[in-house]
């Protein structure tokens, strides 16, 4: 089993930052891929950003790539997402997640069926 909590999320305005973590527990994330997704009202869960736990390049959604950064550190067991230059869209429920991984590419892990641990989530809301 892995748990998952996230923290880090609130109301931040437009152009703004926030940074969200992830923290592990439970089994080592040695053999995971760790990947944020994002919920707005009315809206299916989508993907945002995954990260390899043994490294190697993060893959990252269109709508985010160039203004969030996903990392993660292993002496602390977390995984971080930094959000630069927020707009209104990012508002939205973020949850980590944790996928077994198969050694398949990193861009295949962006489908919520990859993963099998999530935690509850954190609201962001960025106001114009």
């Known amino acids: 089993q892995v748990q998952l909590v996230e923290s880090g999320g609130g109301l931040v305005q437009a152009g703004g930052s926030l940074r969200l973590s992830c923290a592990a527990s439970g089994r080592t994330l040695s053999s995971y891929v760790i990947g944020w997704f994002r919920q707005a009202p009315g809206k299916e869960r989508e993907f945002v950003a995954c990260?390899?736990?043994?490294?190697?390049?993060?893959y990252y959604a269109d709508s985010v790539k160039g203004r969030f950064t996903i990392s993660r550190d292993k002496a602390k067991n977390t995984v971080y997402l930094q959000m630069n230059s927020l707009k209104p869209e990012d508002t939205a429920v973020y949850y980590c997640?944790?996928?077994?991984?198969?050694?398949?590419?990193?861009?295949?892990?962006?489908?919520?069926?990859?993963?099998?641990?999530w935690g509850q989530g954190t609201q962001v809301t960025v106001s114009s």
């Open positions: 990260i390899s736990w043994t490294g190697g390049t993060p």
């Open positions: 997640a944790a996928a077994p991984a198969t050694g398949a590419t990193i861009r295949r892990y962006t489908t919520n069926d990859k993963y099998n641990y």
